[in-house]
């Protein structure tokens, strides 16, 4: 799945915080993703947001997720 820093994702979980939009940080094994809700950090596994991903925009273009699959 190709997955960018810079690229804002939707989660299916929202944080407690109310917002299910992360800005990404640092990609690698874990993504080190920012609340956009309440700038709160965290440092979650690839395989956990690829598995709940549920949006994704970039540059303020929102991607289809059956093109972040075909990468
Ligand atoms: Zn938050």
């Given at each position: 799945m190709n997955i960018l820093v810079g690229d804002r994702v939707k989660l299916k979980k929202p944080h407690p915080c109310g917002s299910k939009e992360w800005d990404v940080l640092r990609i690698g094994m874990d993504f080190r993703l920012r609340c956009c809700g309440c700038g709160?950090?965290?440092?979650?596994?690839?395989k956990l947001v690829e598995k709940n991903l549920r949006g994704l925009t970039r540059g303020g273009e929102e991607i289809p997720l059956s093109d972040i699959a075909q990468g």
């Open positions: 709160h950090l965290v440092l979650v596994p690839r």
